[in-house]
Protein backbone atom coordinates (compact mmCIF):
# COMPACT_ATOMS: atom_id res chain seq x y z
CA UNK A 1 0.00 0.00 0.00
CA UNK A 2 1.17 3.43 -1.18
CA UNK A 3 0.80 6.64 0.04
CA UNK A 4 2.07 10.11 -1.34
CA UNK A 5 3.74 12.74 0.59
CA UNK A 6 0.43 15.07 -0.89
CA UNK A 7 -1.75 12.29 0.37
CA UNK A 8 -0.58 12.03 3.85
CA UNK A 9 -0.83 15.81 4.41
CA UNK A 10 -4.45 15.88 2.99
CA UNK A 11 -4.55 13.14 5.72
CA UNK A 12 -3.14 14.97 8.45
CA UNK A 13 -4.21 18.46 7.43
CA UNK A 14 -0.32 19.32 7.06
CA UNK A 15 1.88 20.79 4.64
CA UNK A 16 4.48 19.52 1.80
CA UNK A 17 8.17 20.68 2.26
CA UNK A 18 9.62 18.98 -0.68
CA UNK A 19 8.36 16.93 -3.23
CA UNK A 20 4.54 16.22 -2.83
CA UNK A 21 4.64 13.29 -5.10
CA UNK A 22 6.90 11.45 -2.97
CA UNK A 23 6.07 7.82 -2.57
CA UNK A 24 6.33 5.37 0.47
CA UNK A 25 4.76 2.19 1.75
CA UNK A 26 6.34 1.36 4.92
CA UNK A 27 7.12 3.03 8.54
CA UNK A 28 10.23 3.24 10.00
CA UNK A 29 12.15 5.35 13.33
CA UNK A 30 13.91 8.15 12.17
CA UNK A 31 17.58 6.70 12.74
CA UNK A 32 16.57 3.69 10.80
CA UNK A 33 14.63 5.37 8.01
CA UNK A 34 15.20 3.58 4.18
CA UNK A 35 14.35 4.90 0.90
CA UNK A 36 10.54 4.35 0.53
CA UNK A 37 9.88 4.45 4.66
CA UNK A 38 7.81 7.15 5.87
CA UNK A 39 8.70 8.59 9.86
CA UNK A 40 8.19 11.42 12.08
CA UNK A 41 10.59 13.93 14.63
CA UNK A 42 8.89 15.43 17.62
CA UNK A 43 11.10 15.04 20.60
CA UNK A 44 14.19 17.44 19.95
CA UNK A 45 16.71 14.98 21.32
CA UNK A 46 16.54 13.15 17.52
CA UNK A 47 16.96 15.94 15.64
CA UNK A 48 20.59 14.92 14.48
CA UNK A 49 18.73 12.25 12.34
CA UNK A 50 16.26 14.27 10.18
CA UNK A 51 20.02 15.25 8.39
CA UNK A 52 21.09 11.82 7.83
CA UNK A 53 18.30 9.84 7.53
CA UNK A 54 17.02 8.06 4.03
CA UNK A 55 13.38 7.74 5.27
CA UNK A 56 11.15 9.87 2.00
CA UNK A 57 9.17 11.66 3.85
CA UNK A 58 9.26 12.56 7.56
CA UNK A 59 6.29 14.63 9.73
CA UNK A 60 7.42 17.22 11.51
CA UNK A 61 5.96 20.15 14.11
CA UNK A 62 5.32 23.25 12.03
CA UNK A 63 7.75 25.41 14.09
CA UNK A 64 10.61 22.76 12.60
CA UNK A 65 13.07 24.57 10.70
CA UNK A 66 16.39 22.90 9.25
CA UNK A 67 19.57 24.00 9.63
CA UNK A 68 21.29 22.32 6.78
CA UNK A 69 19.83 20.92 3.60
CA UNK A 70 18.07 17.83 3.76
CA UNK A 71 16.82 15.01 1.52
CA UNK A 72 13.61 14.26 3.16
CA UNK A 73 10.40 15.53 2.36
CA UNK A 74 8.80 17.17 5.19
CA UNK A 75 5.31 17.01 6.33
CA UNK A 76 4.54 19.91 8.63
CA UNK A 77 2.09 19.50 10.85
CA UNK A 78 0.44 20.92 14.36
CA UNK A 79 1.50 17.78 16.62
CA UNK A 80 3.96 15.60 15.00
CA UNK A 81 3.84 13.02 17.94
CA UNK A 82 -0.02 13.13 17.55
CA UNK A 83 -0.20 13.10 13.75
CA UNK A 84 2.03 10.05 13.28
CA UNK A 85 -0.32 8.36 16.07
CA UNK A 86 -3.32 9.42 13.71
CA UNK A 87 -1.27 7.85 10.50
CA UNK A 88 -0.95 4.94 12.74
CA UNK A 89 -4.05 4.26 13.44
CA UNK A 90 -5.36 4.82 9.45
CA UNK A 91 -2.66 2.38 8.73
CA UNK A 92 -3.88 -0.28 11.11
CA UNK A 93 -7.93 0.25 9.88
CA UNK A 94 -6.76 -0.11 6.49
CA UNK A 95 -4.91 -3.43 6.97
CA UNK A 96 -8.08 -4.86 9.28
CA UNK A 97 -10.00 -4.81 6.28
CA UNK A 98 -11.17 -8.46 6.63
CA UNK A 99 -14.88 -9.86 6.36
CA UNK A 100 -16.73 -12.78 5.85
CA UNK A 101 -17.06 -16.30 7.41
CA UNK A 102 -14.36 -18.33 6.91
CA UNK A 103 -14.46 -22.46 7.07
CA UNK A 104 -14.81 -24.22 8.88
CA UNK A 105 -16.43 -22.42 11.87
CA UNK A 106 -19.62 -23.05 13.95
CA UNK A 107 -22.55 -20.56 14.16
CA UNK A 108 -25.54 -21.36 16.61
CA UNK A 109 -28.38 -21.29 14.67
CA UNK A 110 -29.69 -18.52 17.36
CA UNK A 111 -26.94 -16.45 16.93
CA UNK A 112 -27.08 -13.16 15.26
CA UNK A 113 -24.70 -10.61 13.67
CA UNK A 114 -24.50 -7.43 11.68
CA UNK A 115 -22.93 -6.02 8.75
CA UNK A 116 -19.17 -6.79 7.45
CA UNK A 117 -18.42 -9.32 9.71
CA UNK A 118 -15.19 -11.53 9.80
CA UNK A 119 -15.41 -14.64 11.55
CA UNK A 120 -11.85 -16.73 11.15
CA UNK A 121 -11.02 -20.45 10.77
CA UNK A 122 -11.84 -22.68 13.91
CA UNK A 123 -14.06 -20.26 15.83
CA UNK A 124 -17.22 -21.02 17.71
CA UNK A 125 -20.00 -18.61 18.67
CA UNK A 126 -22.87 -19.98 20.85
CA UNK A 127 -25.95 -19.97 21.42
CA UNK A 128 -28.33 -16.61 21.70
CA UNK A 129 -24.70 -14.88 20.73
CA UNK A 130 -25.24 -10.89 19.41
CA UNK A 131 -22.75 -9.34 17.37
CA UNK A 132 -22.67 -5.94 16.11
CA UNK A 133 -21.26 -4.07 12.84
CA UNK A 134 -17.76 -4.45 11.53
CA UNK A 135 -17.15 -7.23 14.22
CA UNK A 136 -13.59 -8.94 13.49
CA UNK A 137 -13.17 -12.55 15.35
CA UNK A 138 -10.06 -13.69 14.42
CA UNK A 139 -8.98 -17.76 13.77
CA UNK A 140 -9.53 -20.33 17.28
CA UNK A 141 -11.58 -17.77 18.91
CA UNK A 142 -14.56 -19.14 21.33
CA UNK A 143 -17.93 -17.51 22.14
CA UNK A 144 -19.81 -18.84 25.06
CA UNK A 145 -23.83 -18.55 25.12
CA UNK A 146 -25.75 -15.30 25.58
CA UNK A 147 -22.52 -13.27 24.85
CA UNK A 148 -23.31 -9.84 23.26
CA UNK A 149 -20.10 -7.35 21.45
CA UNK A 150 -20.91 -4.21 19.84
CA UNK A 151 -19.97 -2.20 17.24
CA UNK A 152 -16.51 -2.17 15.83
CA UNK A 153 -14.84 -4.61 18.15
CA UNK A 154 -12.07 -6.87 16.97
CA UNK A 155 -11.24 -9.75 19.21
CA UNK A 156 -7.55 -11.52 18.00
CA UNK A 157 -6.92 -15.24 17.39
CA UNK A 158 -7.28 -17.09 20.38
CA UNK A 159 -9.15 -15.40 22.74
CA UNK A 160 -12.02 -17.19 25.03
CA UNK A 161 -15.18 -14.76 26.05
CA UNK A 162 -16.96 -17.55 28.34
CA UNK A 163 -20.89 -17.02 28.62
CA UNK A 164 -22.83 -13.77 29.58
CA UNK A 165 -19.99 -11.38 28.81
CA UNK A 166 -21.31 -8.34 27.65
CA UNK A 167 -18.35 -6.23 25.54
CA UNK A 168 -18.85 -2.65 24.16
CA UNK A 169 -18.23 -0.33 20.86
CA UNK A 170 -14.95 0.21 19.51
CA UNK A 171 -12.97 -2.47 22.29
CA UNK A 172 -9.87 -4.66 20.91
CA UNK A 173 -9.12 -7.65 22.58
CA UNK A 174 -5.66 -9.24 21.88
CA UNK A 175 -4.64 -12.67 21.99
CA UNK A 176 -4.86 -15.69 24.60
CA UNK A 177 -7.22 -12.97 26.15
CA UNK A 178 -10.00 -15.09 28.80
CA UNK A 179 -13.04 -13.40 30.10
CA UNK A 180 -15.86 -14.83 32.01
CA UNK A 181 -13.90 -17.94 33.98
CA UNK A 182 -14.74 -18.85 37.01
CA UNK A 183 -13.92 -16.52 39.81
CA UNK A 184 -11.42 -17.89 42.91
CA UNK A 185 -14.20 -19.17 44.66
CA UNK A 186 -14.02 -21.65 47.49
CA UNK A 187 -15.03 -22.53 50.75
CA UNK A 188 -12.86 -24.27 53.70
CA UNK A 189 -13.95 -27.41 54.71
CA UNK A 190 -13.22 -28.83 58.27
CA UNK A 191 -10.86 -31.59 57.15
CA UNK A 192 -9.06 -28.78 55.24
CA UNK A 193 -10.43 -29.58 51.62
CA UNK A 194 -12.20 -26.98 49.98
CA UNK A 195 -15.76 -26.80 48.04
CA UNK A 196 -16.11 -24.65 45.10
CA UNK A 197 -18.76 -21.79 45.15
CA UNK A 198 -20.44 -21.75 41.77
CA UNK A 199 -19.90 -18.23 40.16
CA UNK A 200 -23.15 -17.47 38.26
CA UNK A 201 -22.41 -13.74 37.43
CA UNK A 202 -20.94 -12.45 34.32
CA UNK A 203 -18.28 -9.91 32.95
CA UNK A 204 -19.41 -6.60 31.71
CA UNK A 205 -16.79 -4.73 29.25
CA UNK A 206 -18.34 -0.91 28.52
CA UNK A 207 -16.81 1.18 25.40
CA UNK A 208 -13.56 1.81 24.22
CA UNK A 209 -12.02 -0.48 26.14
CA UNK A 210 -8.69 -2.45 25.35
CA UNK A 211 -6.81 -5.76 26.42
CA UNK A 212 -3.33 -7.04 26.34
CA UNK A 213 -2.68 -10.10 25.39
CA UNK A 214 -3.02 -13.27 28.21
CA UNK A 215 -5.14 -10.94 30.77
CA UNK A 216 -8.16 -12.86 32.44
CA UNK A 217 -11.17 -11.16 33.72
CA UNK A 218 -12.88 -13.90 36.50
CA UNK A 219 -16.51 -13.67 36.06
CA UNK A 220 -18.32 -12.31 39.42
CA UNK A 221 -19.96 -14.87 41.89
CA UNK A 222 -23.24 -12.64 41.69
CA UNK A 223 -23.71 -9.36 39.70
CA UNK A 224 -20.54 -8.72 37.73
CA UNK A 225 -17.40 -8.21 37.01
CA UNK A 226 -16.78 -4.56 35.70
CA UNK A 227 -14.31 -2.83 33.35
CA UNK A 228 -15.39 0.69 32.63
CA UNK A 229 -15.60 3.18 29.85
CA UNK A 230 -12.03 3.59 28.10
CA UNK A 231 -10.21 1.07 30.24
CA UNK A 232 -6.92 0.53 29.10
CA UNK A 233 -5.08 -3.15 30.22
CA UNK A 234 -1.35 -4.10 29.17
CA UNK A 235 -0.61 -8.01 29.13
CA UNK A 236 -0.64 -10.23 32.01
CA UNK A 237 -2.93 -8.96 34.25
CA UNK A 238 -5.12 -10.87 36.58
CA UNK A 239 -8.89 -9.38 37.17
CA UNK A 240 -10.71 -10.85 39.84
CA UNK A 241 -14.55 -11.45 40.24
CA UNK A 242 -16.43 -8.55 41.08
CA UNK A 243 -13.98 -6.46 40.70
CA UNK A 244 -15.07 -2.93 38.82
CA UNK A 245 -12.13 -0.83 37.22
CA UNK A 246 -13.22 3.19 37.29
CA UNK A 247 -13.73 5.19 33.35
CA UNK A 248 -10.16 5.79 31.69
CA UNK A 249 -7.95 4.15 34.18
CA UNK A 250 -4.63 2.18 32.71
CA UNK A 251 -3.20 -0.76 34.26
CA UNK A 252 0.51 -2.08 33.35
CA UNK A 253 1.30 -5.85 32.89
CA UNK A 254 1.35 -8.32 35.46
CA UNK A 255 -0.81 -6.42 38.49
CA UNK A 256 -3.47 -8.69 40.17
CA UNK A 257 -6.49 -6.99 41.49
CA UNK A 258 -8.19 -9.51 44.15
CA UNK A 259 -11.94 -10.02 44.37
CA UNK A 260 -14.47 -7.39 45.28
CA UNK A 261 -11.92 -4.64 44.98
CA UNK A 262 -13.43 -1.23 43.57
CA UNK A 263 -10.64 0.94 41.61
CA UNK A 264 -11.74 4.81 40.48
CA UNK A 265 -11.43 6.44 37.53
CA UNK A 266 -8.08 7.98 35.57
CA UNK A 267 -6.06 6.18 37.88
CA UNK A 268 -2.48 4.43 37.01
CA UNK A 269 -1.26 1.35 38.30
CA UNK A 270 2.22 0.51 37.11
CA UNK A 271 3.31 -3.54 36.65
CA UNK A 272 3.74 -5.74 39.16
CA UNK A 273 1.37 -4.21 41.62
CA UNK A 274 -0.68 -6.60 43.49
CA UNK A 275 -4.03 -5.02 45.63
CA UNK A 276 -6.00 -6.98 47.86
CA UNK A 277 -9.56 -7.67 47.86
CA UNK A 278 -12.70 -5.84 48.96
CA UNK A 279 -10.62 -2.95 48.58
CA UNK A 280 -11.80 1.02 47.49
CA UNK A 281 -9.32 2.76 44.96
CA UNK A 282 -10.35 6.48 44.94
CA UNK A 283 -10.10 8.54 42.19
CA UNK A 284 -7.00 9.48 40.07
CA UNK A 285 -4.37 7.78 42.07
CA UNK A 286 -1.09 6.38 41.26
CA UNK A 287 0.41 3.34 42.36
CA UNK A 288 4.04 2.82 41.45
CA UNK A 289 5.50 -0.12 39.64
CA UNK A 290 5.86 -3.37 42.28
CA UNK A 291 3.45 -1.69 44.93
CA UNK A 292 1.44 -3.81 47.33
CA UNK A 293 -2.16 -2.30 48.47
CA UNK A 294 -3.49 -3.46 51.45
CA UNK A 295 -5.36 -0.61 52.81
CA UNK A 296 -8.03 1.84 51.04
CA UNK A 297 -6.49 4.53 49.21
CA UNK A 298 -8.53 8.03 48.84
CA UNK A 299 -8.22 10.19 45.53
CA UNK A 300 -5.70 11.91 44.61
CA UNK A 301 -3.12 9.65 46.13
CA UNK A 302 0.75 8.76 45.27
CA UNK A 303 2.02 5.43 46.54
CA UNK A 304 4.97 3.35 46.16
CA UNK A 305 6.06 0.20 48.11
CA UNK A 306 5.00 -2.88 49.76
CA UNK A 307 2.81 -2.25 52.00
CA UNK A 308 2.74 0.65 49.78
CA UNK A 309 2.47 4.12 51.82
CA UNK A 310 2.50 7.71 50.02
CA UNK A 311 5.41 8.48 47.15
CA UNK A 312 7.31 11.08 49.08
CA UNK A 313 7.18 9.54 51.95
CA UNK A 314 8.78 6.00 50.24
CA UNK A 315 11.12 7.94 48.53
CA UNK A 316 12.87 9.75 51.86
CA UNK A 317 12.39 6.43 53.62
CA UNK A 318 14.21 4.77 50.98
CA UNK A 319 17.37 7.30 51.07
CA UNK A 320 18.04 6.00 54.82
CA UNK A 321 17.08 2.99 53.54
CA UNK A 322 20.17 2.46 51.44
CA UNK A 323 22.19 3.45 54.00
CA UNK A 324 20.80 1.33 56.65
CA UNK A 325 24.02 -0.14 57.23
CA UNK A 326 26.15 3.22 57.69
CA UNK A 327 23.49 4.24 60.07
CA UNK A 328 23.62 0.78 62.03
CA UNK A 329 27.13 1.34 62.59
CA UNK A 330 26.79 5.11 63.54
CA UNK A 331 24.53 4.12 66.30
CA UNK A 332 26.84 1.27 67.46
CA UNK A 333 29.59 3.63 67.70
CA UNK A 334 27.50 5.89 69.46
CA UNK A 335 26.99 3.42 71.85
CA UNK A 336 29.90 2.49 72.43
CA UNK A 337 31.28 6.31 73.04
CA UNK A 338 28.18 6.66 76.01
CA UNK A 339 28.84 3.55 77.55
CA UNK A 340 32.64 3.95 78.15
CA UNK A 341 31.68 8.38 79.10
CA UNK A 342 28.89 5.97 81.61
CA UNK A 343 32.24 3.75 82.85
CA UNK A 344 34.67 6.49 83.24
CA UNK A 345 32.51 8.36 85.39
CA UNK A 346 31.76 5.71 87.18
CA UNK A 347 35.77 4.86 87.43
Not at 58 to 63: A, F, G, H, W
Not at 151 to 161: D, E, H, S, Y
Not at 302 to 317: A, I, R, V
Not at 322 to 328: A, D, E, G, M, R
Given at each position: ??????Q?????????I?????E?????????????????L?N?????????????I??????F??????K?T?????D?????S??LE????????????E???????????????Y???????G???????????????????????G???????????Y????????????????????G????????????????????VIE?????G????????????????K???????????????VG?????????????????????M????????????????????????????????E????????????????Y??F???????A???EL???????K?????
Open positions: MKFTAEIAGILEGEVGNPKAVNQLSKIEDGKVGSLTFAPKYNNFIYTTEATTIVNKTVPETPITLVKVEAYMSFKLFYDQAKGTKNGIQPSIISDTAKYGENLLGSFSYLQQVILGDNVKIYPNCFLGDNVVVNNVTIFAGAKISDTIIGNNCIINSGVVIGADFGFAPNPDGSYTKIPQIGNVDNVDISCTTIDRATMGSTIIRGVKLDNQIQIAHNVEENTVIAAQTGVAGSTKIGKNGIGGQVGVSGHLTIGNNVRIQAQSGVGRNIKDNTLQGSPSFGYNDFSKSVHKNLPKIVEIEKKQILNQNGKNG
